[in-house]
């Protein structure tokens, strides 16, 4: 039951009958996402920010997926790359920078999590912890309350590639293929687990073929080409909905970065693949795309470049300005208070 | 007021509370046509149907885990465990996940998740159908762990943990299911999370216990009044949040401290509540605080010679009664 992307491609027509608007929407929060993260990078090089883990690379695969959903109906549980998904779904830029700088008013944590621990009720995007893979677990019980509820959200997990050797994912898969669970698995596989290649976490070429052995189908997409994850996400989006259960895609990407600001690539990965990487972007594939269909001028890309500049620059010096949390707030929220009974 | 054990009062906290809100609904391993292994369940699957009593697959962590998430999409889960012994792979996701949400959300996430579990021993169960599991949790801020020891409080205790908005580990000690027996009104009432409760007041000497080992208390207590000795039983019922006053009032009324659980001693519950009388209430203390507990031992064995001789039984929680009257 495995699909290649082969299949998916011969869809007939550039962007999959998307409007230009939205093309180029999808194209800015790809490069949000990238002048954020590169941002983070600096302030962490120059003493600001303790800790940054990347989304570089992940770009295309998040923001592909994120505009299949429904943005405040459907829950997304993204892990800690996931800081496109976080855009699309409703999170600003200054909100990301508040917990980039562990501020008091970060909506993920308000200060007390790692960074790119996203989250917020609001939006719907839920809260994520260290430990890799429980939140796939969540995304099935999610699923399991909106049959329980008669409801058409879905729930879109994502998670690296070494998660899916966490006994979570093979749990939570199980019980989303046997209750048809609307849930959509995105397995972001930029090929390492810090420093452990994919060789050494699964035998299978692709993480796609577990899906057959829990009887749903499994789908292989280049995680590079926004488009291509779009229409496999859109698919399994109305597949969920129709309530003929989860789809597993994995998306087939590039890690642009070590794996965290503490860790040093090349200790474990060859020069030229580090070389090779760089010209695996999906920012510039994706601009050359919109170029080539005359979706996007030189005049409109250096626009959207300046544009995203400002924002990144204006969400630093707000966050920067923003006071951390008091010290006595650390004793509140250990309890939930009680609720009125209905 | 009708009389029933303690598993029929468990029984029918489920049926009401899911007759009165939709949103509960019970997952776990054998939970429906079957009714749970020890019946717990019985009847329900037929009442309210597969979609709202539901056979997991055979795997814990994802039916906590499952159970989280449905918790944070506006329903009220309760999880079964089939034996507390086999809570263990689910320990990630009740530890790291269900009881930190709340906190590392900054309030901005609920788990509204009740975990019902049988503990305890003493119905050769062995290794791994006896443990006691209740140190490991109590331990975790953001989890409250009830153990209740009578019908009374097993079901007034259930429906305010289906109510609470945090993760609630509601431990069932399975000897007490059909050994215990007691009055449940008919009218709705709740326990409160939290009070602990003296189940008989005494002047000489203060005993804390919960679950089983609650019984076996009042029955030495017994013995120990026909021989004089008033002995006050306090029942903690509640071990997360822990109702100190309680403790520590009946302590500085009786200047003498036994707590008792099946559990084994080292790094066991009883050792934080005698760390909070001897730090609280020394002035008071007319003895050494005691503990009784399981043997350090890695669990409870099958052959019935040697699970008695684990037990704690009402002859040696009666012996170390007399021991600390004595002082």
């Not at chain 1, 954020?36 to 690379?57: H, T, Y």
């Not at chain 2, 000690?173 to 709705?188: A, M, N, S, W």
């Not at chain 2, 064995?301 to 040696?316: D, G, T, V």
């Amino acid at each position: 039951m495995t699909v290649s992307i082969n299949e998916i491609s011969a869809s007939p027509g550039f962007g999959h009958d998307l409007p230009p608007h939205t093309l180029q929407d999808m194209l800015r929060y790809m490069m949000l996402a990238r002048a954020l993260d590169e941002r983070m990078w600096v302030l962490n090089r120059a003493g600001k920010a303790p800790f940054v883990i990347s989304c570089q690379g992940h770009e295309a695969a998040q923001v592909g997926a994120a505009f299949a959903l429904s943005r405040g109906k459907d829950f997304v549980l993204p892990y800690y790359r996931g800081l496109a998904t976080v855009l699309v779904m409703g999170m600003t830029p200054t909100e990301v920078m508040l917990g980039l700088f562990a501020r008091a008013t970060d909506p993920s944590s308000g200060g007390r999590q790692m960074p790119a621990h996203y989250g917020c009720r609001r939006l719907k995007i839920v809260t994520q912890s260290s430990p890799v893979g429980t939140q796939i677990a969540h995304a099935a019980g999610i699923g399991l309350a909106e049959k329980i509820k008669g409801g058409d959200a879905v729930a879109w997990v994502s998670f690296g590639e070494g998660t899916t050797s966490q006994g979570d994912f093979h749990e939570a898969l199980n019980l989303a293929a046997v209750h048809r669970l609307p849930v959509i698995f995105q397995c972001e596989n930029n090929e390492y687990a810090i420093s452990v290649h994919q060789r050494q976490q699964m035998a299978v070429a692709s993480v796609a073929d577990r899906g057959p052995a829990y009887g749903i189908p499994g789908i292989s997409v280049d995680g590079t080409d926004v488009l291509a994850v779009y229409e496999v996400t859109r698919r399994a989006v109305e597949r969920a909905r129709r309530g003929d259960g989860p789809t597993l895609i994995e998306a087939r990407v590039v890690r642009m970065t070590a794996h965290s600001s503490d860790d040093n690539d090349r200790t474990y990965r060859p020069p030229h693949e580090l070389t090779l990487v760089r010209h695996q972007d999906p920012i510039v594939r994706f601009v050359a795309q919109l170029r080539e269909h005359g979706i996007l001028s030189e005049a409109e890309e250096q626009a959207m470049r300046a544009e995203v500049a400002a924002i990144v620059d204006r969400a630093t010096e707000e966050a920067e300005r923003a006071p951390m949390p008091e010290p006595e707030t650390l004793y509140d929220h250990v309890y939930a208070p009680a609720r009125p009974r209905r | 007021m009708p009389e029933m054990n303690l598993l029929e009062a468990i029984r029918q906290g489920l049926d009401e509370a899911m007759a009165a809100d939709t949103r509960v609904f019970i997952f776990g391993e054998d939970v429906g046509k079957r009714g749970g292994v020890f019946r717990v369940t019985e009847g329900l699957y037929d009442k309210y149907g597969p979609m709202r009593v539901i056979d997991s697959p055979l795997a814990e962590s994802v039916i906590v885990g499952a159970c989280i998430g449905a918790a944070m999409n506006d329903t009220l889960p309760i999880a079964e465990i089939q034996f507390a012994d086999f809570i263990a792979p689910a320990f990630n996701q009740i530890v790291q996940e269900a009881a930190r949400i709340h906190y590392r959300s900054n309030g901005d996430w609920e788990v509204p998740l009740v975990i019902r579990t049988p503990y305890g021993g003493g119905i050769h169960g062995a290794l791994y159908h006896s443990q006691s599991v209740e140190a490991f949790f109590a331990h975790v801020p953001g989890l409250k762990v009830v153990t209740p020891s009578t019908p009374y409080d097993a079901k007034g205790l259930l429906k305010s943990a289906i109510e609470d908005p945090n993760p609630v580990l509601f431990l069932e000690h399975k000897k007490t299911y059909r050994l215990i027996k007691g009055f449940v009104p008919e009218e709705d009432y709740r326990v409160p999370i939290g009070p602990a409760d003296i189940k008989r007041p005494g002047e000489d000497i203060s005993v804390f216990a919960y679950g089983l080992m609650l019984h076996y208390c009042l029955e030495a207590a017994q013995t120990l009044a026909a021989e004089g000795v008033s002995v006050e039983v306090v029942d903690l019922r509640t071990l997360r949040p822990l109702d100190t006053e309680t403790i520590l009032a009946s302590v500085r009324r009786t200047g003498k401290a036994l707590i008792v659980h099946e559990d084994n001693l080292f790094g066991g519950f009883g050792g934080e509540v005698a760390a909070i009388i001897a730090e609280h209430a020394f002035e008071d203390l007319d003895g050494p605080v005691m503990r009784i507990g399981g043997p350090d031992v890695p669990a409870m064995p099958f052959a019935h010679s040697l699970e008695a001789a684990f037990m704690p039984s009402p002859a040696s929680i009666a012996t170390a009664m007399r021991r600390l009257a004595a002082y």
